[in-house]
Nanobody, 127 residues
Framework: QVQLVESGGGLVQAGGSLRLSCAVS????????VGWFRQAPGGKERDFVA?????????NYADAVKGRFTISRDDAKNTVYLQMNSLTPEDTADYYC???????????????????WGQGTQVTVSS
């Protein structure tokens, strides 16, 4: 059974940075594409943030975070990271990582393409 555990959330001032981590259990981590989604306070849906394909060969980003956020993976540690820079209050949300088995260069952007989800970590950006 695949389990995902997020960490690294917290309170940060606008303009600051955070790095989120997503630890994925299981022996076949390199078969998974992994994505990050977020749900703002009062939001009804989880919005796509970033995704990375198997072996880190392809990355996708939401327009709102391009140039500020970077997704990466360390297959030796079964961990995916989301480096978040130049944070704004609009980035305040619960952040979730998700994983799914995927073909080689596929980095899914739709939440319904992901089979496994973590419990989330909260990010609050103060103005």
């Amino acid at each position: 059974q695949v389990q995902l555990v997020e960490s690294g959330g917290g309170l940060v001032q606008a303009g600051g940075s955070l790095r989120l981590s997503c630890a994925v259990s299981g022996r076949t981590f390199d078969n998974y594409a992994v994505g990050w989604f977020r749900q703002a306070p009062g939001g009804k849906e989880r919005d796509f943030v970033a995704a990375v394909s198997r072996y880190g060969r392809r990355e996708n980003y939401a327009d709102a975070v391009k140039g500020r956020f970077t997704i990466s993976r360390d297959d030796a540690k079964n961990t995916v990271y989301l480096q978040m820079n130049s944070l704004t209050p609009e980035d305040t949300a619960d952040y979730y990582c998700a994983a799914t088995t995927a073909i080689y260069l596929h980095a899914p952007v739709k939440s319904n393409e992901y089979a496994h989800w973590g419990q989330g970590t909260q990010v609050t950006v103060s103005s």
